[in-house]
């Protein structure tokens, strides 16, 4: 239990480190802040979904800065809402079980869960 504990807060801490470097250093740290983010959306439990939005805004904006078609203030905030748009869908559309079947592998092949 405490390795969980211990896995959700380091979780939460990469995530905004991931960010904070991704807006100030270079985009492709946001995939630091992606894996640790969804990481952290599978250990919250009630509010899955909920976390896991940044996930899909920052893939949108992963996605849009490696493409080059985020060169603006304004391009990044639609590529935000295109996450959001994406997020949505996949919450409606596809069960939990499959938006976390990777971790949750993970998870059970260290034996954690």
């Known amino acids: 239990m405490k390795l969980e504990i211990f896995l959700f807060y380091i979780s939460i801490i990469v995530g905004i480190i991931g960010i904070m470097l991704g807006i100030r250093v270079k985009y492709r740290w946001y995939w630091l802040a992606i894996f640790a983010f969804y990481n952290f959306s599978y250990l919250t439990g009630f509010s899955r979904l909920l976390f896991l939005s ?60």
Do not use: C, E, M, R
Not at 63 to 73: A, P, R, V, Y
Not at 88 to 103: E, K, Q
């Open 54 to 113: 940044i996930v899909w805004i920052l893939l949108s904006l992963t996605f849009g800065h490696s493409l080059g078609l985020i060169t603006s203030f304004k391009k990044s905030v639609i590529a935000s809402f295109l996450g959001l748009v994406l997020w949505v869908i996949s919450s409606l559309l596809i069960d939990d079980y499959w938006l976390f079947l990777s971790v949750q592998k993970i998870y059970n092949l260290l034996g954690l869960y």
